[in-house]
C-alpha cells in the first residue's frame, strides 16, 4: 500500500512542476493560427508605436513646463522613430524621463553659456552618449 503511494505522489509531483517550459505547445488544429500571429505583431507594433507618441508628447510637455529654449518635435522621421526605440530599449522609462527633464532644465542645453550658445535639438539629445550625460547631470 505505501509502495503504491509513492507512486502515485511520483507521478503527481512530475506532471506539477513548477519549472518554466521552454516553450509552448499548441494542440489546436487551427487554420487562424497565422492570422492570430500576424494580429498580435500588428497590436505590439500600435503599441511601440503609442509608446513613440507618448515620448514626443512629454517631450513636447516639458519645453513647456519648464519654459525650455529647446524646440517641440514637429515631426517624427523614420531616424528619429529609430533613436526613440534605441533609448527605449536601453533606459527605463522613469529615467528616460529623468534625463529629458535634466536636459530642460540644463543652461548649457537650453544654449545660456558660453561653450554653447544656441539650444540643443532633439537629435542631438537623442545620441546616446549625449542621452547618458543627461541622465547623469552632466551637461
Known sequence: MRRKRKEQQSVK????SDEPRA????DNDNDNDNEN???KKEEKKESKEEKIQNFVKYWNSCIDSTGSRMKKIKAITPERKAKIEIIMKTF???SAAQAIANAMRSP?????????????????????DNFTKALEGAL
Open 92 to 94: 527605463p522609462a522613469e
Open 108 to 128: 548649457y542645453c537650453n544654449g545660456e553659456t558660453q561653450r554653447r550658445l544656441k539650444p540643443v535639438d532633439f537629435d542631438w539629445l537623442m545620441r546616446l
Open 37 to 39: 500571429d500576424i494580429i
Open 23 to 26: 516553450y509552448a505547445i499548441n
Open 13 to 16: 509531483n512530475d506532471s506539477q
